[in-house]
């Protein structure tokens, strides 16, 4: 924080690039951005003070909205961002860049200008630093519940409703495999999905995953997930009679079924007893997210076990 207070105190600094906003942007905002940015930061090699100690500091501070001013020096660093009570004068936190990202190893290969992109894209976003529009929580929806309960009917209104990225495991199935379905590439495809949804989650983006989740390590792994990107996530559970199921599953294969596959009695009534039904705190996200598995130290490491990243 000395070292952005001691910019703002620099009167060329002031001359050459100094913001300030009244507008009141919400902590919690503030909180999800900026920690995504952190992990950014580390990412490309910028430089920096004050990134993780300003996400700290905002997480506890009591102030439920606060402001924004910066400075940068006459040489464009450092560059500083202060995060500023609602109302009065004091300083809850401040950042600095301090210096243009430290190029790689030269010795080291960068495939396709990687990190140059990496740092393009952090580039970006701190110019974007009073955009509303970045400041966006971003929100994963999880669509939970057995076939033909209504999990894609409900995506496809999120996706519309919410502006979200919607990604239905059956529709890129269906395009991969026609009618076959196999479930070493269903694992696969699932985890392909949830990169893309991280991904687009940590750009500010709102997803929606649409795929069961029957279980409760997957949906404790994806909400561990978001949750570190500074994600809320609003879980969707469907559900019907074994009749009802029965009758919506016969209707589709009838109308659509280049949409579906068949499905028997036998099968559906396996599947039932074998999904774990959200419990009321999982569904409204009062409940906190469980322990990773025995074995593995994160549920990052336990997702990358149940998704494999290729068919073996």
């Known amino acids: 924080m000395s070292t952005c207070l001691a910019a703002l105190d620099e009167p ?13 942007v919400p902590t919690s905002e503030l909180v999800a951005i900026y920690r995504r940015r952190a992990g950014h930061v580390d990412d490309i090699g910028l430089p920096t003070v004050g990134f993780r100690e300003a996400v700290h500091r905002m997480a506890a501070t009591s102030h439920t909205t606060l402001r924004l001013a910066g400075v940068e020096g006459e040489s464009g660093y450092p560059k500083c961002v202060v995060f500023l009570a609602p109302d009065e004068p004091d300083v809850v936190a401040a950042l600095a860049v301090l210096g243009p990202p430290r190029r790689p190893d030269p010795g080291l290969p960068d495939p396709a200008g990687a990190h140059h992109q990496r740092v393009e894209r952090m580039s970006a976003m701190m110019r974007l630093p009073l955009d509303r529009g970045t400041m966006r929580q971003p929100t994963l929806f999880l669509t939970v519940g057995l076939p033909s309960t209504g999990k894609t009917t409900a995506a496809r209104r999120l996706e519309i409703e919410q502006s979200a990225l919607r990604l239905t495991k059956d529709e890129w199935v269906k395009a991969l495999y026609g009618h076959e379905n196999p ?5 696969v495809i699932e985890g392909r999905l949830i990169q893309i949804g991280l991904r687009a989650l940590e750009l500010g983006n709102n997803v929606v995953i649409d795929y069961g989740l029957w279980g409760r390590d ?7 997930a978001a949750a570190d990107l500074g994600a809320t996530v609003e879980m969707r559970y469907f559900e019907l009679t074994p ?9 589709r294969q009838a109308e659509a079924p280049h949409t579906t596959w068949p499905m028997s009695d036998e099968e559906l009534a396996e599947w039932a007893a074998d999904i774990d039904v959200p419990t ?8 906190p997210i469980d322990d990773p598995p025995a074995g593995f130290a994160t549920w990052d490491e ?9 068919v073996a």
């Open 302 to 310: 336990w997702r990358r076990h149940r998704w494999p990243p290729s």
């Open 183 to 187: 479930p070493s590439a269903q694992d």
């Open 243 to 251: 009749a009802e199921q029965r009758k919506r599953l016969d209707q």
């Open 218 to 224: 997957e949906r404790s792994a994806l909400r561990q």
């Open 280 to 287: 009321p705190g999982e569904i409204d996200g009062s409940e």
């Open 12 to 24: 060329d600094a002031r001359d050459h690039a100094y913001f300030a906003n009244d507008d009141r």
